[in-house]
């Protein structure tokens, strides 16, 4: 036998050839290529490029308590700082395909719920101590406790429930999908297009970039979801050339003027650690804080558990790889978005893309963050894909988690109707929380009824706990007087 068929051989040898970088970051190991790797920060990178478009005009339009504003230029600026550090850290660190920026939700409970008691210092004040206290549940093990609470079937639904999720938002973002106005006192709540039906070139583009992308799915063509992207956007980049189109939301694909801009850091440390406490009442900054954590909490762990599965990267207990690590640098990107004033920072489940593009392990943070570094200086230029070229993203990525579904026990009612709730709530509601939580609490309703009390994990009990809180935070404020 030879040398290299030893080594080959040998338990957890690096295949032959295997260069440092790909025994760290576990590349071949976890059946991945450099190039899938690449390809997947690509991806990932252009199918959440908007929070640099999207993160300052939430912010940007909302003022404090004194009438103040935060200036949009460094605000992206301050957006994709953290994203590029934060998503780089977690690749080294946590060695997942799992990028982080600025959490949508959680920036409009700080712009239209907390900068309106306060001022901004002090508002992103709350945010870094919200981030803090999630550190501390970590190093404490109470986070990681939790996630290893969580049934398997219950996982799985939580993934599937993400897919269901993110194809919604893909939908409803690219404008397939829009809310009918409650002025027209409809019985639906949703239509097709934005009166009923479908019209205008933006909506022809997602539509034709889903029949790309599932086609070249179907074919398992190697980059398929990057390809639709960037070909997708080169289709809306002539089509915007050439017609009269009024929008195409957030971002108009056009060629920009200018394609370096000078970041601005204006808004880096502004921050006020306990300076809430002296603009309102001590409970109402208790609610807010406890407001901001519980989403914090259950949003990633819903993004860390979905994306991993999918990755197939789950052990036989169904555990996250180095979940430790993982939790304690999602905490630390909510502490970098308060400190940088662009809001928490949080996982994002976008990181499917990258997924579905092959990669598996944090060395497609490396790309993804990169790309946002390189949006620090140009912007203009990486944010020409407009929503209706990444969209197809999220639709195809939502069809590979909804795979997942086939795993769950539909004949065993006490695993299958929290399976279902968690499933169903998410995309209802717009909200990876919600729908945990709903699955949470009849998980441990159910058994009860059962008699099968004795077999709910103690965590689960004081989460359920938590999450009727949660549910209930309105009468609760009225209670305390809380406006």
Same mark, same amino acid.
């Given at each position: 036998?030879?040398?290299?068929?030893?080594?080959?051989?040998?338990?957890?040898?690096?295949?032959?050839?295997?260069? %440092?970088?790909?025994?760290?970051?576990?590349?071949?190991?976890?059946?991945?290529?450099?190039?899938?790797?690449?390809?997947?920060?690509?991806?990932?990178?252009?199918?959440?490029?908007?929070?640099?478009?999207?993160?300052?005009?939430?912010?940007?339009?909302?003022?404090?308590?004194?009438?103040?504003?935060?200036?949009?230029?460094?605000?992206?600026?301050?957006?994709?700082?953290?994203?590029?550090?934060?998503?780089?850290?977690?690749?080294?660190?946590?060695?997942?395909?799992?990028?982080?920026?600025?959490?949508?939700?959680?920036?409009?409970?700080?712009?239209?719920?907390?900068?309106?008691?306060?001022?901004?210092?002090?508002?992103?004040?709350?945010?870094?101590?919200?981030?803090?206290?999630?550190?501390?549940?970590?190093?404490?093990?109470?986070?990681?406790?939790?996630?290893?609470?969580?049934?398997?079937?219950?996982?799985?639904?939580? %993934?599937?429930?993400?897919?269901?999720? #993110?194809?919604?938002?893909?939908?409803?973002?690219?404008?397939?999908?829009?809310?009918?106005?409650?002025?027209?006192?409809?019985?639906?709540?949703?239509?097709?297009?934005?009166?009923?039906?479908?019209?205008?070139?933006?909506?022809?583009?997602?539509?034709?970039?889903?029949?790309?992308?599932?086609?070249?799915?179907?074919?398992?063509?190697?980059?398929?979801?990057? #390809?639709?992207?960037?070909?997708?956007?080169?289709?809306?980049?002539?089509?915007?050339?050439?017609?009269?189109?009024?929008?195409?939301?957030?971002?108009?694909?056009?060629?920009?003027?200018?394609?370096?801009?000078?970041?601005?850091?204006?808004?880096?440390?502004?921050?006020?650690?306990?300076?809430?406490?002296?603009?309102?009442?001590?409970?109402?900054?208790?609610?807010?804080?406890?407001?901001?954590?519980? %989403?914090?909490?259950?949003?990633?762990?819903?993004?860390?558990?979905?994306?991993?599965?999918?990755?197939?990267?789950?052990?036989?207990?169904?555990?996250?790889?180095?979940?430790?690590?993982?939790?304690?640098?999602?905490?630390?990107?909510?502490?970098?978005?308060?400190?940088? %004033?662009?809001?928490?920072?949080?996982?994002?489940?976008?990181?499917?893309?990258?997924?579905?593009?092959?990669?598996?392990?944090?060395?497609?943070?490396?790309?993804?963050?990169?790309?946002?570094?390189?949006?620090?200086?140009?912007?203009?230029?990486?944010?020409?894909?407009?929503?209706?070229?990444?969209?197809?993203? +999220?639709?195809?990525?939502?069809?590979?988690?909804?795979?997942?579904?086939?795993?769950?026990?539909?004949?065993?009612?006490?695993?299958?109707?929290?399976?279902?709730?968690?499933?169903?709530?998410?995309?209802?509601?717009?909200?990876?929380?919600?729908?945990?939580?709903?699955?949470? +609490?009849?998980?441990?309703?159910?058994?009860?009824?059962?008699?099968?009390?004795?077999?709910?994990?103690?965590?689960?009990?004081?989460?359920?706990?938590?999450?009727?809180?949660?549910?209930?935070?309105?009468?609760?404020?009225?209670?305390?007087?809380?406006?």
């Amino acid at each position: 036998m030879s040398d290299a068929q030893k080594v080959a051989d040998r338990p957890g040898a690096a295949p032959p050839g295997a260069n %440092s970088v790909d025994r760290f970051f576990k590349i071949t190991a976890r059946g991945s290529t450099f190039a899938r790797e690449v390809r997947g920060g690509f991806a990932t990178f252009f199918t959440m490029a908007y929070i640099l478009v999207l993160n300052p005009i939430i912010l940007g339009s909302a003022k404090d308590k004194y009438g103040h504003t935060l200036d949009g230029a460094e605000l992206v600026t301050a957006t994709a700082l953290v994203a590029a550090l934060m998503t780089i850290i977690m690749g080294v660190g946590g060695n997942l395909p799992l990028a982080l920026a600025a959490g949508l939700g959680l920036n409009a409970v700080v712009a239209f719920q907390i900068a309106p008691l306060m001022s901004w210092s002090d508002a992103m004040g709350l945010v870094v101590l919200e981030g803090l206290l999630i550190c501390v549940l970590v190093v404490t093990g109470l986070r990681e406790a939790v996630m290893h609470a969580i049934p398997q079937a219950l996982k799985q639904a939580i %993934s599937v429930g993400i897919g269901l999720f #993110i194809a919604f938002i893909g939908f409803v973002d690219a404008g397939f999908v829009s809310r009918i106005p409650d002025i027209a006192n409809t019985t639906v709540p949703v239509q097709l297009g934005a009166t009923g039906a479908l019209s205008g070139w933006p909506i022809l583009v997602f539509c034709l970039g889903v029949l790309l992308t599932i086609g070249l799915l179907a074919r398992k063509v190697k980059g398929a979801i990057l #390809i639709s992207i960037l070909a997708m956007t080169v289709v809306a980049i002539v089509i915007n050339s050439v017609a009269d189109i009024k929008s195409w939301g957030l971002t108009t694909p056009k060629v920009p003027d200018d394609i370096v801009a000078a970041p601005e850091f204006g808004l880096i440390g502004d921050f006020s650690l306990f300076g809430s406490f002296g603009e309102t009442t001590v409970i109402t900054v208790v609610l807010l804080i406890f407001t901001l954590l519980l %989403s914090d909490f259950f949003d990633t762990m819903g993004t860390v558990v979905g994306i991993t599965a999918e990755a197939g990267l789950l052990d036989e207990e169904g555990k996250v790889p180095n979940v430790g690590r993982v939790l304690l640098i999602d905490g630390a990107a909510a502490v970098a978005g308060g400190a940088a %004033s662009s809001s928490s920072a949080t996982s994002y489940i976008e990181s499917a893309a990258g997924v579905g593009e092959g990669a598996r392990t944090g060395f497609s943070n490396l790309i993804t963050g990169g790309l946002f570094a390189v949006a620090l200086f140009l912007t203009p230029l990486l944010t020409i894909v407009p929503m209706q070229a990444a969209a197809p993203a +999220l639709v195809a990525v939502g069809f590979l988690m909804m795979t997942q579904v086939k795993n769950i026990d539909w004949d065993k009612y006490e695993i299958a109707i929290p399976a279902f709730l968690t499933i169903a709530v998410m995309p209802f509601t717009y909200s990876i929380t919600n729908g945990i939580g709903a699955g949470f +609490l009849a998980f441990v309703l159910i058994k009860t009824v059962l008699g099968k009390a004795k077999e709910i994990h103690w965590l689960l009990w004081g989460t359920a706990a938590l999450f009727l809180v949660y549910f209930a935070i309105n009468p609760i404020q009225q209670l305390f007087g809380v406006k």
